[in-house]
């Protein structure tokens, strides 16, 4: 009760001085959304397979969470911390025991005409959470066990990603932990320990074929992380072998909207979705890429300032925790289109087709506005 008073007395104050709107952060969360339906209408173009109605009627779905998070106070959903934590473990339980299964993947549960992924939703709901974790525990954020207990606290969630299978996901998670680590100002001999760490677990994993047999990855994971720049063109590198096709036939310029040639032949597998950012490459090429680039960059710059200026911890790690979200999936997405990294099913914000996905993003824009709109300003003298 004393947290709602407070919060009551919090909104009459802000009332007082009037709230803040960032339109700088929604227009570029629309630019780059416009951006993504441009990409998936070419990509689908004369096709009877387009994703693109499909598209459309994810982002008027996608007005919902946008809205919810946009508009129900911050502090409400770390009040209500332990139920928020418990409704993500449930929707992974639920989607491991009765999800669609699709290419041995068992991610989907069927809503209707659209597919829902619960594994999306767990991304923002484990910011929620892990930001109301460290803000309830800021005078002892110098100890070890409330940085090892943040592992603990993403670890359920950790494994049941992993299980599904969605090695991607399970990476986003670590980088959403990681990232609100830094931003709770977490030791930095905590961080720097666990980042060596997962370097060398890395650089090894990569460079000894025969650990990667003793992982607990599946055969076609095992195929993706050894197909790296390698010469398999028709089993784990066919995608990645395409995509620089495509790229080079955009060079410069590219090819022209609607014109991409290796899009309306179809050699590029999943292009709607992962490989999305191939059908800008062909038809737009070089320049195409670097205004894609630039899009991306504005948005990211936003969510930082919404990070940098805040002046509520709590504000300021959820904030972190969606930088990293979805800086991560951009970098991760652009790299393995590029065949910089295995192929591990990561999906481009706002451009590559799926629901959940998109509805993801539109409910962090929701949650960042509303962020900025409650923070009070700081005024100088």
């Known amino acids: 009760m004393a947290s709602i008073a407070r919060m009551g007395d919090y909104n009459i104050e802000q009332s007082r001085q009037g709230r803040r709107f960032d339109f700088g952060l929604l227009a570029a969360a629309a630019i780059l959304l416009t951006l993504g339906l441009m990409a998936l209408y070419s990509q689908g173009h004369d096709r009877p397979d387009s994703q693109f109605p499909k598209q459309l009627l994810n982002g008027a779905v996608g007005l919902l969470p946008f809205c919810l998070f946009a508009f129900v106070h911050p502090r409400v959903w770390q009040c209500m911390m332990p139920v928020v934590y418990g409704v993500n473990i449930a929707l992974l339980l639920v989607v491991l025991k009765f999800g669609h299964k699709i290419l041995g993947a068992r991610r989907w549960l069927p809503l209707g005409p659209l597919q829902f992924q619960p594994t999306e939703i767990a991304k923002i709901l484990l910011v929620i959470t892990l930001a109301s974790y460290f803000a309830t525990r800021q005078d002892k954020i110098d100890k070890l066990s409330t940085f090892l207990l943040s592992f603990v606290h993403i670890l359920v969630p950790l494994i049941l990603v992993y299980k599904e299978p969605h090695l991607g996901a399970t990476m986003v998670l670590v980088v959403i932990w990681l990232s609100i680590s830094i931003a709770a100002n977490v030791p930095i001999k905590f961080l720097g320990a666990t980042f060596a760490a997962m370097g060398l677990a890395a650089v090894l994993v990569f460079s000894v074929p025969q650990l990667r047999s003793i992982l607990p990855l599946h055969d076609y994971q095992k195929g993706r992380m050894g197909a ?154």
């Open 228 to 381: 790296v720049n390698g010469n398999d063109i028709k089993g784990n590198n066919y995608q990645t072998f395409r995509a620089s096709i495509a790229f080079g036939v955009g060079g410069v310029n590219g090819a022209g909207f609607l014109k991409g040639e290796q899009k309306k032949a179809g050699y590029i597998p999943e292009q709607d979705n992962d490989f999305i950012f191939t059908v800008i490459g062909e038809e737009g090429g070089l320049v195409g890429c670097t205004l894609v680039l630039a899009a991306f960059a504005f948005f990211f710059f936003r969510i930082w300032l919404v990070m940098f200026q805040a002046t509520e911890p709590y504000y300021r790690m959820i904030a972190a925790g969606i930088l990293g979200l979805l800086a991560f999936h951009m970098v991760v997405n652009m790299a393995m289109v590029l065949g910089l990294i295995p192929v591990v099913g990561l999906w481009l914000p706002f451009f590559s087709a799926g629901g959940t996905a998109l509805w993801l993003c539109m409910a962090c824009v929701g949650l960042l506005l509303n962020i900025r709109s409650r923070e009070r300003p700081v005024l100088f003298t």
